[in-house]
């Protein structure tokens, strides 16, 4: 049988109607695509009392200069350019309430092949598959993430391509983990 492909394109105020109405206009054979404005799930979190959420955006992008040596005054450094979740990646679960998994790509991915195998992706437990970026480990972070307890030598992840467990991240609460370290 057939699969119905459906993408939930989320998008801003400002962009919202020119979106809706170029995909009501244009049609993806058996794919359906849902248009929503992120700026209205907003409320929802006000009335959660998650006031923390200002603003609800697609993924961030920072500029991180990374030394090479034991002197990081002196040795020769490095930048590199990280895509990181917004706050709105933290909200997906609620945004999508009835889904249980999803795959995200931001808006600067190019898909160039089929990617229905991610959807079968066995996430062993874990609440989001990712690409690996092992040019920036957490511990060139630590002074931006306060780190803490994580492993320091662990690879990030890339967020522009992303497989999330939904039940998993609703099971962990994850949404209130991640208001619980913003406060601290």
Known sequence: GSTKMVFHLLTDSENYFAMK????????NSA????????EHKQKYVTAGLNNILHLSASEEFRVTIGNG?????SPKR????SVFS???FCLPQIFSKLKKVIVLDDDVVVQRDLSPLWNLDLEGK???APEFCSVRLGHLNGY???????????????????IDLEK???LNLLQQYQERLQR
């Open 21 to 28: 109405h170029w995909f009501m206009r244009n049609s993806y």
């Open 32 to 39: 359906t695509v849902h248009v929503e404005n992120i700026d």
């Open 70 to 74: 034991e002197d990081a005054l002196l």
């Open 79 to 82: 930048t590199e350019y990280l």
């Open 87 to 89: 706050e709105a990646y």
């Open 127 to 129: 609440v989001i598959g």
């Open 145 to 163: 993430l306060n780190a803490g307890t994580l492993d320091l030598d662990a690879c990030i992840w890339m967020s522009g391509l992303n497989i």
């Open 169 to 171: 991240w609703r099971e």
